[in-house]
Structure formats: structure tokens, C-alpha cells
């Protein structure tokens, strides 16, 4: 968990720099990487739904997009998701 906090903390600190928030760099950064890429952004909240839709707005820089792709590389992620459940035993698409 702490390693993987990491990451969170490099993201959060480029989206501070860029006056948004890390939810809308992430989903900037997925819509960067092309035409097939669509983000499926969750919300309990309409606040957190209009906050979601204005990251299609956002256009990330060359060096921003090499930032995150610098830390991306330097933070893989640990552990397991879903507790350590297989896709399979979720019953999640494969």
C-alpha cells in the first residue's frame, strides 16, 4: 500500500501543478491515448460527475504526458486486486 501510494502522491502533485484535480488527469490522461480509448468514470455525487466531464476538456502537454509516463514507470503497482481473487472467480469478463 505505501509503495503504491507513491503514485498516487506524483499523480496528485501533477494535477495540483496543472490546477485540477488527479480524477481529471486521469481521465485526460486515457482520453491521450487515442480515439479507442474510453474512460468509465463512477459517481455518487453530480459534483464529482461535472468535475469528471470537464477532464475532456483538459489537454495534457508533451512534458506532462512524459511525466506520467516517467512515473508510471519508476511506481509499478503492487499487490493484488480484489483481494487476491482471480477475474475468474469474481466473475468478471475475461
Known sequence: MKHNFAL???LKAI???KGIT???LCLAWIISL?????PLPGSSKATRA????AAGDIVLTKEELKE???LLAKHE???DRYFGMSDEQLHLWQ
Request: hydrophobic fraction near 40%.
Open 22 to 24: 488527479s480524477a481529471q
Open 68 to 70: 506520467i509516463s516517467d
Open 15 to 17: 494535477a495540483t501543478k
Open 34 to 38: 487515442g480515439p479507442t480509448m474510453v
Open 77 to 79: 503497482v503492487k499487490g
Open 50 to 53: 461535472l468535475e469528471n466531464l
Open 8 to 10: 498516487v502522491d506524483g
